[in-house]
């Protein structure tokens, strides 16, 4: 005869939905029923006591046949729980509870149930299911004894990391994991499928690349979701089958919170538009920059038809500096946007313009059948720029120099087109203005080496570079100073004098970039003489370019660079040529570094022209007679010239430094009018910083 509550309960799943979705989603295997207001009534199907290693016949349906099989401190907790239940629908009914096995083991049961209630809201039935999680148990102890798991893939792990088994039950879960649920519920989490924490449709997700890991091996997903916690986030897994040592397998989840990160891939998505044509475009003119132009061009040269031309027109505004300095930045960038429009407007339709630097255009005219029509072309372009332009009540005549570089007949491609017209330029700039040259292969060496130095500096490997040191002595022939000196040997151009790329680093403006490692490395080798206390009070020389001397930022640089270094011992070079293009700017800098204790000294004295006035009010302490009335001393007149340069340095309180000694009567002479300190290859020649140490050494020894 069947059981009162057994009937009960047929009749209650049929009719109750919520019910029978609970029974449902508890992946059962076993249930109860209990009848609260009979307590001592309950009825527990067969799979209950099979778990137990019982036969189901010879149990009755009392609740003192499972108590006493049940852990006293579990049945404990379970009470509790069922009495906050009862008070409070929304209180979950859910522990995981010990029982004694019929040989003597422990069965892990997780024992869920939902009150039935009548209408007034009283419990009047409790519902509910057994599942077994002994297996569950056994494995979840195999992994923590397998230490290398542990420490390899859970252990303080960032990642989401878990474990799932064969019915696609959470086994293992690390902190990052739980962290996708709620924190009330994270502790009940292990034991449940997807199926009961997430919306259908991402269970259905995660279940379906579960299946596809246990059949093949490991899966790969991407996955926009919302947590059980109610985040939203994307989430890259990767999950791979593995097998206990029973040969049981299981999935190993390693999943990536890569939210952030696909929230910036979505966001450079939506600026690429933005930012390709930045890269491409000249923000002033809005037209092409040098990469944009390249790049157009070496399409367009695709299209040069047979027995026709191409040119490439590189134009230099002549003296743009002065636009600038003489008017205003405001004016300068309108002008520049001026001639853009006027090269729109006087150029063959197809032709590619840009803007490759501050002062500078490139135009590619395509499919032209002689280079009497190019010529034509340029013609006009300098006739349309040089015609008088109004901007802010200013009449600007602005004058350019260009250089012209055909394809095919001369090069064959966009990068020896630039090479060429570059060299073409600078040819025209140095025959006037309003001038254009087309390029030759007869074109000087030097003009061609010059390029050549000047491309080379734009890409410079800084390793090239190396500093000597010239020694300087006193009438004791005791050593005073060293003046640091840069050598550039570069592997395609050779030897590269001062002379020749000191200028046209100012030009390209990678003078900067060269002072400062010329600063960075000076420093360091006088730190390593520090050290090994060889300087005492031998001063270091270094020479300065005007352009650096003019940059604003360029004192507080030269502060900080030399905050470690005895300022005394330090004495900064600047050309008398240099000095009056701006007496006060620069006197206001040298003043700035007097006061923190640099030094500077006016060299090449004499081939200038400096006025005694000026010479008299600037704060410079060396005086340096250029090497040219040195190595000829046999002219009356350098000697002359000599002794009026070392008297007005004595009466002008400064000291005075004669270069290019050479010869021992050049020595006598020079000390013989009062000369206060010597440099030249009679004393020694430029040397590496080794040699510098070791000639110190030596005199330190004398």
Known sequence: MSHYLKEELYELISKNHKVFDSLQHSSLDGLWYLDLENPENEWMNDKFWEILGHDPREKKPLSSEWQDLIFPEDFQVAMQNLEKHLKDPNYEYSQIVRYKHKDGSTVWIRCRGIAIRNEEGKPIRMLG???????????????????????????????????????????????????????????????TTTVEKFSPEEAEFFLKYDKIAFEKGSSRTIEHITTPAGEKKVIDTYKVRFYNKAGEPFILGIARDVTERETLLQSIKEKNTKL????????LTKLLNRKGFIKAAEKSLKKTKEDHLAALIMIDLDNFKFINGSFGYSVGDKLIVTISNILKSCLPENSVIGRSGGDDFLVLVENQKSLQEIEEITKNIIKQISTPID???????????????????????????????????????????????????????????????????????????????????????????VEALIRWNSPTLGNVTPDEFIPIAEKNQTIEKIGKWIFKRTISDWQKLLKDKLIGNIKLSINISSIQLINNEFSDKIIKYFDKVDKKLITFEITETYLLSDINYTKSIINKLNNKGFSFALDDFGTGYSSLKYLANLPIRYLKIDKSFVSDLDKENNKTIIKAIVQLSNNLDKKCVAEGVETAQQLEFLKSIGCDFYQGFYFSKPIPFIELKKLLQSHQQN
């Open 276 to 283: 390709n044509y930045i890269a491409y475009n000249d923000e």
């Open 391 to 481: 901007i802010n009540k200013n009449t600007i005549t602005q004058s350019v120099s260009i250089g012209i570089a055909t394809y095919p007949d001369i090069a064959s491609n966009i990068e020896k087109l630039l090479q060429n017209a570059d060299t073409a330029m600078h040819n025209a700039k140095a025959m006037g203005k309003n001038i254009y040259s087309h390029y030759s292969i007869d074109y000087d060496e030097a003009t061609k080496r010059r390029n050549s130095i000047e491309r080379e500096l734009l890409n410079i490997d800084m390793s090239e570079f190396n500093i000597v040191y010239h020694p300087q002595f006193d009438i004791n022939t005791n050593i005073y100073g």
């Open 129 to 191: 299911a057994h599942n077994d999680l002994t297996k569950l148990k056994n494995i979840q102890q195999d992994l923590k004894e397998s230490k290398e798991f542990s420490e390899l893939m859970f252990d303080a792990s960032e990642d989401i990391m878990f474990v799932k088994d064969e019915n696609y039950r959470l086994v293992k879960a690390n902190k990052a994991m739980l962290n996708l649920y709620p924190k009330d519920i994270q502790q009940s989490v292990i034991g």
